[in-house]
């Protein structure tokens, strides 16, 4: 369990550092962006939310940096992301609460589903070299080159629009509730399947490629040339020898890209004006709400951080060699 | 002598086709008898392990075996050509009838599944019907063979030594009790210690279980002490072929002289170690008439020329062959 | 907009007792022409060419300025307009021409950046080791599970109106970490090998031996490395341009996809808004990633695809070249080798 505490230390170490990042980002904001802010939304906005902004930028105290930084620990130990000056006066984290279910079941189901189905196409064209499996590469690397919220732009504007099955925008009907009944969770089904389809078809052909890769190079290791020599069957050879080790190095690819995949399928939620994570981002970019930004960027870094730390433990399930008592 | 077990016949293997293909083993004649011990030897690049991946069709590509036959004589029954069975023939031929012990101890077991799932499965695809529990009970049998505590079949490969993998194939390639077990530098990644350990170990198991070995290795010193016969490759080719202690006492081709003197001797007098000069032959342009000949000490005439044929010495002496114009064939047809 | 993890990290030097004979080392010269004479490298960078042609001569080419508005208000693509025209009449095709310099330019100069960090980097924690190591990993690894994109946005958010080459330092400066870790790697395995030590043990400088015994060696990695973050760099520009973060007086791809999704361009059926833009990435992108699988296959010939598989055996069948059951050649006419009469006589017998 050596392997798995050394992990955790090192995610521990790296939230600590996104934090602190996210402390710091806004004081390296030249001038006073509060008062920016101020003279740009004259009179919208309340003397809370100035004061709330005031707090968050370190303007309002003579505080040494220090202390800042330690508020600024307090308030977050509290789960006490600020005000968002967007949805005054709500607080981040409820905000951030009321999106996060939407990027957890759209851009976290996708991702492993791409995934999964990525690395069996992928185990497929690496074991049947030559065979029809590669001549769809080039087509899925153009694929992969696309913006995702371009792809879902060009989806929308063949599929959606006025009477079709698939709605262009939103998480759900308007005029429901949200909540796990019959009328809402088939609609919420439905207005998934474009944003989904859309992730899923980008983000695959990266799986496909690397597992085809390393399904070649594992493909020459002798023992799969001593599973041949001892008669196993095809299958067992391909699944139980060379894909089981293929895996691995591909798991552990995963694990690294989950940063960048989930930056770019966030977008798609912007495209799809989808009610999550990626969507509230680009609102609060859209209107400068500072706190709003980092209490997103905090919760998609430490939900990568988490996603890091279940592929290691996946990992670790996979190769008994980091399995050491 | 007994009779054969496996006949290999005019053997070709290439890399590549075509006019790129490289011709790595050349028009090879070798006869392996029931329970024998055949040693095969040359320098890295002389084709030797080719030979054996060609006869039992494990060439990665871009191998490819262009002629010949290997016949494979079974106890009972007709003997079978290897090279035209089917794939799913040659699936249930392998193992069962002929058994490979790989080089690297290192990267022959499949490091994510334990030794029992790996002794296990060769078996179960090979006698579906038999029962877990007697396979079970097989694969104990198996490593208390080669000397193994029957405990380590819950082991991975990365927790046994180099050794211990190595001896857990041995175990593994009798599994099925083959006819014909290939060894391919078994124990070069191994320490000497360790080396004649195994290499004892095997001599008893082929006593008991009567197997026949194609032994192959650089290390001719070994060969000399552990098998019955030996054959020589240069170049792609068979270049001589006698019992074991003809070809240390009296080598008839320089090339097998020159291997003799690379190694020092582990019993007997001392001889001086003076090794070859010169490198291998490249394959691509191999060298006009006898491929030895630009290397060879006692070179004349016809040796740039013609390609001296295989085959039992003028000066008679039966059980063995050579190719070397110093020594030529009896009966040149 | 996934980086696909190189396979570059995976190749193992030395295949085992399968090793086919490998090339000489004098044959470098050869190879490095062989790498443009893949077929797939060469169409990348053919395209690329074609790319950094326009990102030159683009602004004194395009047909009309484009900021300048016309009257013809949305027009489909025609003659005088190829792409069609936006909501205030300027001319698409314009905007494209003019916008692929500051794609091209972010691009390079974010994969400059990130490419001379990650080599400052990797390298130095692969040859130092030791502490240096352990804290110049954790602050790679560190970058590398940050997701980097949308700290991108927060931090350019931050700046009002960033102008391309601030745009480009961001990118540079949060997108090192993935190359920076491949590169640590092949240093560490580079350090071990003979004609390193040798030089170390000669007492030759560190700074030489980095520079003549290790860089050559990783000019592959650093290669694919660059042209791996040259994608992403145009991915997030296009991206900060399109969500409006970026200057959106200044024209690039991402602006007009901007524009488009701003005025509803899909709503009202204009596909010529937002097609043109979305493919010029596409086949960038398509152009940067057959280069690196050019590279890919360059240093691992094993994962080349084509080439001739199939063969005719023996049974006169045709079958596919795979491992584990060599092919057996139909037969030619038996013609006995050159010059030998070898009568086959067994040893043994």
């Known amino acids: 369990m050596r392997f798995l505490l050394q992990r955790t230390v090192f995610y521990l170490f790296t939230a600590w550092a996104a934090i602190t990042l996210n402390f710091f980002i806004p004081r390296l904001v030249p001038g006073d962006p509060v008062q920016s802010l101020i003279t740009r939304n004259q009179g919208r906005i309340s003397a809370d939310a100035i004061e709330s902004l005031r707090v968050l930028f370190g303007l309002d105290r003579n ?53 999964l ?60 509730v949200p909540a796990f009944d019959q009328y809402f969770i088939p609609s919420a089904i439905q207005h998934s399947i474009l944003p989904a389809a859309t992730i899923l078809v980008s983000s695959m052909s990266g799986w496909i490629l690397s597992m085809r890769n390393m399904m070649v190079t594992v493909s020459s290791e002798d023992y799969i040339t001593v599973a041949h020599a001892k008669g196993l069957s095809e299958r067992r050879v391909a699944l139980s020898y060379a894909a089981r080790n293929a895996l691995l190095p591909n798991v552990s690819g995963f694990a690294l890209s989950l940063g960048f995949i989930v930056g770019g399928t966030l977008l798609v939620e912007i495209v799809f004006s989808y009610p999550g994570l990626g969507y509230q981002l680009f609102q609060a970019v859209g209107s400068k709400d500072y706190p709003l930004m980092q209490g997103i960027f905090l919760i998609i870094t430490i939900s990568v951080l988490v996603a890091n730390l279940l592929a290691d433990v996946a990992y670790l399930l996979l190769d008994p060699r980091t399995r050491k008592s | 002598m007994t009779d054969p077990v496996l006949e290999i016949r005019g053997l070709r293997v290439d890399y590549g086709l075509g006019d790129q293909a490289v011709r790595a083993v050349r028009d090879v004649d070798l006869t392996l008898h029931r329970g024998e011990v055949l040693g095969l030897a040359g320098e890295s690049g002389s084709g030797k392990s080719t030979l054996a991946y060609g006869l039992t069709r494990l060439l990665p590509p871009p191998g490819v075996v262009s002629g010949g036959q290997v016949i494979y004589h079974p106890v009972d029954g ?129 006593e008991r279980l009567g197997f026949a070995v194609l032994f192959i290795t650089h290390d001719l010193s070994l060969l000399v002490e552990f098998s019955d016969r030996i054959a020589i490759m240069y170049g792609g080719r068979i270049i001589e072929q006698a019992p074991a ?70 000066d008679g002496r039966p059980d063995r062959t050579v190719a070397c114009w110093l020594h030529p064939v009896a009966t040149p047809r | 907009m996934t980086i696909s993890p190189s396979s570059i990290e995976q190749v193992i030097p030395g295949q085992g007792a399968m090793a086919q004979p490998s090339a000489t080392p004098g044959r470098t010269k050869r190879r490095r022409l062989r790498f443009v004479a893949n077929a797939k490298a060469a169409t990348g960078l053919a395209i690329l060419g074609i790319y950094c042609l326009f990102a030159v001569i683009g602004p004194w080419v395009a047909p009309y300025d484009p900021d300048a508005r016309s009257g013809d208000v949305l027009q489909a693509p025609s003659a005088s307009h190829w792409f069609g025209t936006t909501h205030l009449g300027q001319d698409i095709f314009s905007q494209i021409l003019v916008g692929a310099r500051s794609v091209m330019v972010v691009g390079l100069l974010a994969g400059v950046l990130a490419t001379i960090l990650s080599i400052l980097i990797g390298v130095t924690a692969g040859y130092l080791g030791g502490v240096t190591d352990e804290g110049l990993s954790a602050m790679s690894n560190v970058f590398l599970v940050i997701p980097a994109l949308p700290l991108i946005i927060i931090v350019t958010s931050i700046v009002e109106q960033a102008s391309d080459t601030l745009v480009a330092l ?116 398509t152009a940067l990633a057959l280069i690196n699988f050019g590279i890919d ?53």
């Open chain 3, 297 to 349: 296959e360059f240093v691992s010939p094993r994962l080349r695809t084509g080439g001739r598989t199939r063969i005719r055996t023996a049974d006169g069948r045709t079958v596919r070249m795979r491992v584990g059951f060599t092919p057996v050649l139909a037969p030619k006419p038996a013609v006995p080798a050159p010059r030998e009469a070898a009568p086959r006589v067994d040893g043994a017998r």
């Open chain 3, 170 to 285: 961001i990118i540079g400066l949060t997108s090192w970490a993935w190359g920076a870790r491949v590169l640590r790697a092949q240093t560490l395995s580079l350090r071990r090998r003979d004609y390193v030590e040798a030089a170390r043990a000669t007492g030759e400088r560190t700074w030489r031996i980095i520079l003549f015994e290790i860089l050559p060696n990783l000019t592959a990695i650093i290669a694919s490395g660059f042209v791996g973050t040259v994608i992403f760099a145009v991915m997030s520009e296009i991206t900060l341009a399109f969500i409006g973060i970026s200057s959106i007086s200044s024209w690039n791809w991402g602006t007009i996809l901007f524009w488009a999704q701003g005025q509803q361009a899909l709503a009202q059926g204009a596909w010529w808004w937002f097609v043109p833009a979305g493919l010029a990435i596409a086949v960038l992108g």
């Open chain 1, 63 to 115: 505080d040494s940096l220090w202390e800042q930084y330690l508020d600024y620990w307090r308030q977050l130990l509290h789960g006490d992301l600020g005000l968002s000056f967007t949805f005054f006066p709500a607080p981040v984290s409820t905000v951030i609460g009321d999106s996060l279910p939407w990027t957890v079941g759209l851009v976290g189901i996708t991702t492993i589903v791409s995934f």
């Open chain 2, 78 to 206: 007709p003997p079978v050509d290897v090279l035209s069975l089917t794939p799913a023939q040659l699936r249930r031929f392998r193992w069962a009838e002929t058994s490979i012990v790989f080089q690297g101890a290192m990267n022959s077991l499949n490091p994510v599944h334990k030794v029992a799932t790996q002794l296990l499965d060769v078996i179960r695809a090979h006698e579906p019907k038999s029962t877990p529990a007697a396979r079970l009970a097989r694969a104990r049998e198996l490593l208390r063979l080669v000397g193994i505590a029957a405990d380590r079949l819950d082991s991975h490969p990365h927790q046994l030594s180099g050794g211990m993998r190595q001896r857990v194939m041995i175990a593994m390639a009798l599994a099925l009790e083959p006819q014909v077990v290939i060894m391919d530098e078994p124990t070069t990644a191994l320490d000497v210690v360790m080396q004649r350990q195994i290499l004892g170990q095997l001599a008893e198991l082929r």
């Open chain 2, 245 to 314: 202690g003809q070809l240390y006492r009296d080598a008839l081709h320089p090339y097998t002289e020159g291997l003799l003197h690379s190694f020092p001797a582990l019993h007997g007098p001392r001889r001086e170690l003076t090794g070859i000069p010169g490198s291998p032959p490249d394959l691509r342009a191999m060298p006009s008439g006898c491929a030895f000949h630009p290397r060879c000490p006692k070179a004349f005439d016809p040796c740039d020329e013609t390609l001296p044929p295989l085959g039992p010495p003028g």
């Open chain 1, 117 to 176: 189905l990525g690395t069996a196409l992928g185990v497929g064209a690496g074991w049947r070299r030559g065979s029809w499996i590669d001549g769809l590469l080039p087509a899925t690397t153009f694929l992969s080159s696309i913006p995702y919220f371009w792809l879902g732009l060009v989806a929308i504007a063949v599929f959606a629009g006025p009477g079709s099955f698939f709605p262009s925008s939103g998480g759900y009907e308007a005029g429901l």
